[in-house]
């Protein structure tokens, strides 16, 4: 599940990249030779071959692009993921309740870094038995 919430809500982390060929977008071709940045987060949000893009749905497959592919893969993902779930079975193991803090969110306000939260303030009810 954790590798689904990655590929849906992917940062908006920006790459430089040059064509290698011609591509069409709409009405438009960009050249070969081109220097483009791709928007790593707006994989996955296409409106025309998913029902609401925007929307968090664990049961929508996307194409993974989280970590990279291909010769770009992060070296470090496997050991990403393995923390991650580490880390988040142990949170839950050891609390009972959770939930954000009203007005406790902070945003990312850089352009062209990352989307979403900076940090977010919770309330937690731990669990004293353990």
């Known amino acids: 599940m954790r ?4 590929a849906l809500r992917q940062s908006g982390a920006v790459l430089p990249a040059v064509c290698q060929r011609p591509i069409p977008l709409g009405t438009k071709t960009i050249a070969a030779g081109s220097q483009i940045l791709i928007c790593v987060g707006a994989a996955n949000r296409d409106p025309s071959v998913f029902t609401n ?3 968090l749905d664990l ?19 496997r050991l990403a993921h393995m923390q991650a779930g580490t880390a ?6 050891r609390t009972t309740a959770y939930a954000p803090i ?5 945003w990312r306000t850089a352009p062209y870094v ?3 939260p900076s940090s977010v303030k919770l309330q937690v009810t731990w669990n004293t038995a353990l």
Do not use: E
Not at 59 to 77: D, E, F, N, V
Not at 88 to 93: N, R
């Open 3 to 6: 590798r689904r919430i990655a």
């Open 53 to 55: 893009p925007d929307g």
């Open 59 to 77: 049961t929508r497959k996307p194409a993974h692009l989280s970590y990279g592919t291909g010769a770009y893969r992060c070296i470090g993902a």
């Open 88 to 93: 988040l079975s142990k949170f839950i193991a």
């Open 102 to 106: 009203k007005g406790g969110t902070n």
């Open 114 to 116: 990352q989307r979403g």
